[in-house]
Protein backbone atom coordinates (compact mmCIF):
# COMPACT_ATOMS: atom_id res chain seq x y z
CA UNK A 1 0.00 0.00 0.00
CA UNK A 2 1.11 3.59 -1.28
CA UNK A 3 -0.52 6.80 1.23
CA UNK A 4 -2.56 8.99 -0.93
CA UNK A 5 -1.31 12.33 -0.89
CA UNK A 6 -3.57 14.25 0.60
CA UNK A 7 -2.70 17.16 2.81
CA UNK A 8 -3.62 19.41 5.83
CA UNK A 9 -3.13 22.61 5.41
CA UNK A 10 -1.80 23.17 8.86
CA UNK A 11 0.49 20.21 8.93
CA UNK A 12 3.42 19.62 7.31
CA UNK A 13 3.14 17.55 4.30
CA UNK A 14 2.95 13.46 4.30
CA UNK A 15 5.70 11.60 3.27
CA UNK A 16 6.12 10.58 -0.64
CA UNK A 17 4.39 7.33 -1.76
CA UNK A 18 7.61 5.05 -1.87
CA UNK A 19 8.95 3.61 -4.72
CA UNK A 20 9.44 0.10 -5.56
CA UNK A 21 10.03 -2.53 -8.17
CA UNK A 22 5.88 -2.92 -7.84
CA UNK A 23 2.98 -0.47 -8.32
CA UNK A 24 1.16 -0.26 -4.96
CA UNK A 25 -2.36 0.86 -4.30
CA UNK A 26 -2.92 4.32 -2.88
CA UNK A 27 -4.85 4.51 0.43
CA UNK A 28 -5.78 7.14 2.68
CA UNK A 29 -3.41 6.49 6.12
CA UNK A 30 -5.72 5.68 9.14
CA UNK A 31 -4.53 8.54 11.06
CA UNK A 32 -6.03 11.25 7.99
CA UNK A 33 -9.38 8.87 7.84
CA UNK A 34 -9.86 9.13 11.77
CA UNK A 35 -9.67 12.79 11.45
CA UNK A 36 -11.31 12.70 8.09
CA UNK A 37 -14.15 11.54 10.02
CA UNK A 38 -13.21 14.11 13.12
CA UNK A 39 -14.55 16.65 11.00
CA UNK A 40 -17.44 14.90 9.89
CA UNK A 41 -18.52 14.33 12.99
CA UNK A 42 -18.25 17.91 14.30
CA UNK A 43 -20.22 19.38 11.11
CA UNK A 44 -22.71 16.62 11.80
CA UNK A 45 -22.85 17.97 15.58
CA UNK A 46 -23.19 21.90 14.21
CA UNK A 47 -25.89 20.49 12.29
CA UNK A 48 -27.94 18.95 15.30
CA UNK A 49 -27.10 22.21 17.10
CA UNK A 50 -29.08 24.50 15.27
CA UNK A 51 -31.62 21.97 12.83
CA UNK A 52 -33.81 24.82 12.17
CA UNK A 53 -31.04 26.17 10.22
CA UNK A 54 -30.14 22.94 8.43
CA UNK A 55 -32.89 21.24 7.81
CA UNK A 56 -34.24 23.24 4.71
CA UNK A 57 -31.16 21.82 2.87
CA UNK A 58 -31.75 18.68 0.50
CA UNK A 59 -28.95 16.04 0.69
CA UNK A 60 -27.46 17.44 -1.63
CA UNK A 61 -26.51 20.78 -0.36
CA UNK A 62 -26.18 19.49 3.22
CA UNK A 63 -23.35 17.16 1.56
CA UNK A 64 -21.93 20.53 -0.39
CA UNK A 65 -21.40 21.87 3.01
CA UNK A 66 -19.66 19.12 4.27
CA UNK A 67 -17.17 19.16 1.11
CA UNK A 68 -16.59 22.83 1.84
CA UNK A 69 -15.49 22.35 4.73
CA UNK A 70 -12.78 18.86 4.16
CA UNK A 71 -11.53 20.58 1.70
CA UNK A 72 -10.80 23.83 3.89
CA UNK A 73 -8.57 21.01 6.04
CA UNK A 74 -7.00 19.15 3.06
CA UNK A 75 -5.64 20.41 -0.34
CA UNK A 76 -4.68 18.10 -3.09
CA UNK A 77 -1.37 17.69 -5.35
CA UNK A 78 -2.76 19.92 -8.39
CA UNK A 79 -5.61 21.61 -8.01
CA UNK A 80 -6.34 22.10 -4.01
CA UNK A 81 -9.31 20.21 -3.84
CA UNK A 82 -8.54 17.06 -1.90
CA UNK A 83 -12.39 16.14 -2.07
CA UNK A 84 -14.61 15.81 -5.22
CA UNK A 85 -18.21 15.79 -5.98
CA UNK A 86 -18.61 12.66 -7.56
CA UNK A 87 -22.88 11.84 -8.58
CA UNK A 88 -25.61 12.99 -6.77
CA UNK A 89 -24.47 12.23 -3.05
CA UNK A 90 -21.25 11.22 -2.43
CA UNK A 91 -17.67 13.05 -2.01
CA UNK A 92 -14.37 11.49 -2.92
CA UNK A 93 -10.77 11.17 -2.30
CA UNK A 94 -9.63 9.88 -6.51
CA UNK A 95 -6.10 8.71 -7.28
CA UNK A 96 -5.04 7.57 -10.62
CA UNK A 97 -8.88 7.37 -11.57
CA UNK A 98 -10.29 5.22 -8.64
CA UNK A 99 -11.60 6.08 -5.22
CA UNK A 100 -9.66 5.87 -2.23
CA UNK A 101 -12.38 7.15 0.34
CA UNK A 102 -16.02 7.97 -0.45
CA UNK A 103 -18.97 9.24 1.72
CA UNK A 104 -22.28 8.87 0.59
CA UNK A 105 -24.76 11.15 2.16
CA UNK A 106 -28.43 10.00 2.27
CA UNK A 107 -31.75 11.16 4.30
CA UNK A 108 -33.40 8.88 6.59
CA UNK A 109 -35.93 6.99 4.93
CA UNK A 110 -36.02 3.62 6.45
CA UNK A 111 -33.52 0.68 7.76
CA UNK A 112 -33.12 0.59 3.73
CA UNK A 113 -31.15 3.62 3.56
CA UNK A 114 -28.74 1.81 5.24
CA UNK A 115 -28.94 -1.44 3.47
CA UNK A 116 -28.71 1.03 -0.01
CA UNK A 117 -25.89 3.17 0.81
CA UNK A 118 -23.54 0.49 1.86
CA UNK A 119 -24.74 -1.80 -1.40
CA UNK A 120 -23.72 1.36 -3.15
CA UNK A 121 -20.76 1.79 -1.51
CA UNK A 122 -19.38 -2.09 -1.95
CA UNK A 123 -20.49 -1.82 -5.81
CA UNK A 124 -18.06 0.66 -6.83
CA UNK A 125 -15.11 0.30 -3.92
CA UNK A 126 -12.54 -2.42 -4.78
CA UNK A 127 -9.24 -1.33 -3.58
CA UNK A 128 -7.84 -3.54 -0.66
CA UNK A 129 -8.60 -1.71 2.94
CA UNK A 130 -10.69 1.18 0.94
CA UNK A 131 -11.90 3.77 3.71
CA UNK A 132 -15.59 5.24 3.26
CA UNK A 133 -18.71 6.67 5.64
CA UNK A 134 -21.92 6.71 5.28
CA UNK A 135 -23.88 10.31 6.31
CA UNK A 136 -27.49 9.96 7.27
CA UNK A 137 -29.68 13.18 8.42
CA UNK A 138 -33.12 12.34 9.58
CA UNK A 139 -35.07 15.28 8.95
CA UNK A 140 -39.03 13.44 9.41
CA UNK A 141 -38.73 11.11 12.59
CA UNK A 142 -39.47 12.57 15.74
CA UNK A 143 -38.17 9.30 18.25
CA UNK A 144 -35.26 9.48 17.53
CA UNK A 145 -34.22 6.95 19.81
CA UNK A 146 -35.83 4.52 18.50
CA UNK A 147 -34.80 5.43 14.69
CA UNK A 148 -31.13 4.50 16.52
CA UNK A 149 -31.97 1.11 17.54
CA UNK A 150 -32.69 0.25 14.05
CA UNK A 151 -29.40 0.83 12.90
CA UNK A 152 -26.91 -1.78 14.05
CA UNK A 153 -29.31 -4.89 13.60
CA UNK A 154 -29.78 -3.82 9.81
CA UNK A 155 -25.97 -3.68 9.19
CA UNK A 156 -25.51 -6.46 10.87
CA UNK A 157 -27.96 -8.19 9.39
CA UNK A 158 -26.18 -7.03 5.57
CA UNK A 159 -24.84 -10.48 3.76
CA UNK A 160 -21.23 -8.83 3.69
CA UNK A 161 -21.13 -7.41 6.93
CA UNK A 162 -17.76 -8.41 8.78
CA UNK A 163 -17.48 -6.59 11.89
CA UNK A 164 -19.87 -3.95 13.69
CA UNK A 165 -18.66 -1.72 16.48
CA UNK A 166 -20.85 0.91 17.48
CA UNK A 167 -19.26 4.32 19.81
CA UNK A 168 -21.46 4.17 23.16
CA UNK A 169 -24.12 5.18 21.76
CA UNK A 170 -22.89 8.71 20.09
CA UNK A 171 -25.56 7.10 16.59
CA UNK A 172 -22.13 5.86 14.62
CA UNK A 173 -20.86 2.68 14.00
CA UNK A 174 -17.29 1.61 12.68
CA UNK A 175 -17.80 -1.59 10.48
CA UNK A 176 -16.13 -3.90 7.97
CA UNK A 177 -17.47 -5.03 4.87
CA UNK A 178 -16.23 -7.78 2.29
CA UNK A 179 -15.74 -6.11 -1.51
CA UNK A 180 -18.76 -7.79 -3.17
CA UNK A 181 -16.52 -9.53 -5.64
CA UNK A 182 -13.53 -10.60 -3.46
CA UNK A 183 -13.77 -11.87 0.05
CA UNK A 184 -10.00 -10.70 0.70
CA UNK A 185 -10.62 -7.39 0.00
CA UNK A 186 -12.02 -5.33 3.00
CA UNK A 187 -13.79 -1.72 3.38
CA UNK A 188 -13.71 0.26 6.32
CA UNK A 189 -17.61 2.10 6.41
CA UNK A 190 -18.06 4.45 9.08
CA UNK A 191 -21.80 5.44 9.93
CA UNK A 192 -22.71 8.74 10.89
CA UNK A 193 -26.66 9.29 11.68
CA UNK A 194 -27.18 13.03 12.61
CA UNK A 195 -30.69 14.11 13.58
CA UNK A 196 -31.92 17.35 11.81
CA UNK A 197 -35.57 17.43 12.87
CA UNK A 198 -37.60 20.56 14.10
CA UNK A 199 -41.17 20.59 14.38
CA UNK A 200 -41.42 24.12 13.49
CA UNK A 201 -39.79 23.54 9.70
CA UNK A 202 -39.14 26.69 7.78
CA UNK A 203 -38.62 27.03 4.10
CA UNK A 204 -35.91 28.48 2.34
CA UNK A 205 -38.32 31.21 0.92
CA UNK A 206 -39.48 32.66 4.00
CA UNK A 207 -37.90 35.97 5.48
CA UNK A 208 -36.78 34.19 8.91
CA UNK A 209 -34.70 31.47 7.04
CA UNK A 210 -32.93 34.24 5.10
CA UNK A 211 -31.96 36.61 7.99
CA UNK A 212 -30.91 33.38 9.78
CA UNK A 213 -29.04 32.27 6.85
Known amino acids: ?33 ENILTIIRHEGRTYETTPATYAIHEEEELRDIILAHLNGHYKGDASGETFRRAGKTDIRIEAESRSAFVAECKMWKGPKTITESVNQLLSYLTWRDCKAAVVIFNKDVAGFTELLQKVRPTLESHIRIMKVSSDNGQAEWSCVFRSLDDDTRLVHVHIFVFNIFTSGKRKKDDPMTRTAL
Open 1 to 33: MKPIHVQRRIVKPLPSPSSGGFKPEWQVPEVEY
